[in-house]
């Protein structure tokens, strides 16, 4: 009997030491097959979370952000205890002390998913599993996946240290409203700092992981109070706070910048812009984007907020005036539904969903607004943050859309969402609610330091929320006559001299789509004139005649040189500006000018810093060659040694700015820039005034604008300039920029002297003589200018064409040239431009 007992007992024992054998070879074979392909943990050691990537001002203020998930790394030693001790509570309280799986957790699930027929099925998993789970597996209910999870989770263990993979957890955790990780959640739900959070708080954080779709703080507000108070009791259960610290918390209300109890963080930030959206486009090119939205660079923008501000207010300045010059009202194009007109509550959540711009700040802030009636008198309106009982009301009176065309109950109808601003009396005080639209007509506008390339301010259209194409630096326009100081500096570079003759009488070039007949903006041809008159006046038969002395190839080596195109065609037309290109490229261009002739890179970005603090780019190369010494002087500054290269002749440099300077004082901009420090420009106004520029510049400060529609078409019926359109634009910012920046005489370079012309004629005059025509030109030392010769470029000037009449006094004035064919012209200043059909830039 004993034996059988014995034998009996040896087979259990048997069965079940193979059975245990079996199982656990089992067991093995599952976690060898399916954690063969699973990362090591090396992989798991080099984690690096994606995170937001932030812009700063040179003043470090911060003034946007880019991420594809709302997260910001904290390292996990900065990351607070009471951080720490709410999630654990919440998570994963035996997180210090298991292999990185709680296998009771873990029974327990699997237990209830059995009982429910897998209807049930709960998490159970560790804060290492959570990390497993997020960082290398998909979200899917499996057991495979589970079996992974518990996989990585213990080898994640036994490569780190736990503190590390809680920080981790807590960097990388979707805790709802689009925010990853207890940085980003705390400034999303509370805007606050984690070091600013109250142990209710943290616990609200603590609570979201469980069902962070499910558990919004306002439509869910029981169910994340309850689940908030759970872990406040855990929280005490386990040490981490005391009773009365848990009484008093669990008592206080749940607040959030959700249910309207904190200001959101984004209302700190200013609306996002052209400058930092250019910003973002050109570091997704260099860097890559998907690097740029989850690399948690920090960027150093060279923006300066201030005439940020200015540029905006001056370019939308003057695309409102134009737009209101036209009397043609276009509203925003956008209506609400008939039914959202019912109630105030209605329209008011159908206004808030409505597209149209909130960034325009132009005469004071422009608030989107619904017609609520349109009535004999007034427009009645709901507007957007104000009440229907606000002391300033919510009308328009009919006197302010009095300079619209069209019938007063024509333009407008109820529903219709339009903009409104505050019109104000003479001493500041509220007037009546004026109406507003974004023009059709657009620009760009961009402002940089001449010598180092640091843009300091960009606006790339009217309202960036209206349209977000840049036209500072997307728009390829033709520059027209904006472009003709890189056929003078050729010339000039090539023994020209601003006084220097070229014939100004009409030309005409055989082309494949016909004779090209280019004319003057005025109509009237003017004979022998110096370069600098042609210049000063945009002559534009002196600038292709140049242009054929000098050859187009020179001239196009120029604009590529100086960065104005990559590949410029060599068409005698495209010295008139013919050809596309951008206002970025012409104003970096111009800074050349500015600077004495050396290479100067546009830059929107002063400095680059990786999530680690590490410097991974920085626009100024230039090396102090004595600033570790420390036995300089106190009185004497380092000495900063430049590298930039030249790409033109500083004499030229000086000559073609004195020249522009010419533009300002008595040229085509004299009537609209003047400022109080030295200033030189170039107007631009293309065929039938498609495209209006003006590039201006004083001795540390470049800024251009550029006006027309989006769809090249005549402005103002072909008679707009750029000095009368984007003069007053340079001349508003300009007079601000001088206020902080100052501005100085251009400094004349060595190696040259100065000789008294007349600039009407280009005779050369005594020392001593004075008065409107004289100016003293800067000629190169070594080189004395041979006057009195005329260069025409080679174009002959037939007697069947009617290239002049007389005008004033008969022919008093005219004079006979021959010109480089050896054929005879009469040509006088005041020669009248007859009945000679033409075309051109000017």
Known sequence: MIRFVLSFLGGIFTFVTAALLVIALSIGAIFWVYGRDLPSHEALARYQPKSISRIYSGEGQLIDEFAREQRLYTPTDEIPDLIKFAFISAEDKNFYTHAGYDVRGIAAALVEAVKSRGQSVRGASTIPQQVAKNLFLSGDRKIERKVKEVILASRLVESLPKDEILGIYLNEIFLGQNSYGVTAAARVYFNKTLTELAPHEAAMLAAMPQAPGRYHPVRAKERVTQRRNYVLREMMENGYIDE??????????????????????????????????????????????????????????????????????????????????????????????????????????????????????????????????????????????????????????????????????????????????????????????????????????????????????????????????????????????????????????SGYTPATIVIDAPIEIETAEGVWRPKNSSNKFYGPTPLRTGIEQSRN?????????????????????????????????????????????????????????????????????????????????????????????????????????????????????????????????????????????????????RDAWFIGFTSNIVAGCYIGYDTPRPMLGGRGYGGTLCGPVFQEFMT???????????????????????????????????????????????????????????????SDLPLFEEVGQGAQGQQQVITSTGEKATIGPKAGFGALSSGGLY
């Open 244 to 493: 009365a610290t848990y009484e008093a918390e669990v008592k206080l209300p749940l607040r959030s910048v959700q249910a309207g109890d904190f200001e959101p963080y984004r209302d700190n930030l200013p609306p996002r812009d052209y400058f930092t959206d250019e910003i973002r486009r050109q570091l997704s090119s260099d860097f890559g984007e998907e690097e740029f939205f989850s690399g948690g660079f920090t960027v150093r923008a060279t923006v300066d907020p201030g005439m940020q501000k200015v540029a905006a207010r001056a370019l939308r300045h003057k695309l409102e005036e134009f737009d209101r010059s036209l009397k043609v009202w276009r509203g925003t194009g956008k209506e609400l539904p008939a039914a959202a007109l019912d109630s105030e509550q209605a329209w008011r959540e159908a206004l808030a969903s409505a597209e149209v711009p909130r960034d325009i700040d132009l005469g004071g802030e422009w608030l989107p607004a619904v017609v609520l009636g349109v009535e004999a008198q007034q427009l009645r309106l709901g507007i957007e943050g104000v009440a229907l009982d606000d002391p300033r009301g919510s009308v328009v009176p009919r006197s302010d859309i009095g300079w619209m065309k069209g019938d007063f109950f024509e333009n407008f109808s109820e529903g219709d969402v339009v903009l409104v601003r505050e019109a104000l009396t003479a001493d500041g005080g509220f007037d009546h609610w004026s109406l507003r639209q974004v023009p059709e007509v657009q620009g760009g506008f961009m402002a940089m330091d001449v010598n180092n390339g640091r843009v300091i301010a960009m606006q790339g259209g009217f309202s960036y929320q209206d349209s977000v194409f840049n036209r500072a630096t997307q728009a390829r326009r033709q520059p027209g006559s904006s472009f003709k100081p890189f056929v003078y500096a050729s010339a000039l570079d």
């Open 736 to 798: 601000e920029a001088v206020q902080k920046f100052g501005g100085g005489p251009f400094e004349v370079p060595e190696g040259g002297h100065f000789i008294k012309i007349d600039r009407y004629t280009g005779a050369r005059l005594g020392p001593e003589a004075s008065g409107a025509n004289v100016v003293a030109e800067y000629f190169r030392d070594g080189e004395e200018p041979i006057f009195g010769i005329f260069y025409d470029g080679g174009f002959a000037m037939g």
């Open 541 to 689: 038969l002196m600038t292709i005649r140049l242009a054929r002395e000098v050859s187009m190839d020179v001239v196009a080596a120029y604009a590529e040189r100086f960065g104005v195109y990559e590949d410029m065609s060599p068409y005698l037309a495209n010295s008139l500006g013919a050809e596309e290109t951008t206002l970025y490229r012409m104003v970096a261009a111009y800074a050349m000018f500015a600077n004495g002739g050396e290479r100067v890179e546009p830059t929107l970005v002063d400095r680059v810093q990786d999530r680690y603090g590490k410097t991974i780019y920085r626009h100024d190369q230039r090396v102090c060659v004595d600033c570790a010494d420390l036995s300089l002087p106190p009185a004497r500054s380092p000495v900063i040694r430049s590298n930039r290269q030249r790409v033109m002749n500083a004499i030229t440099a000086y000559q073609l700015t004195s020249m522009m300077q010419g533009v300002v004082q008595r040229g085509t901009a004299a009537s609209v820039v003047k400022l109080p420090v030295p200033t030189a420009g170039k107007t631009g106004t293309t065929n039938e005034a």
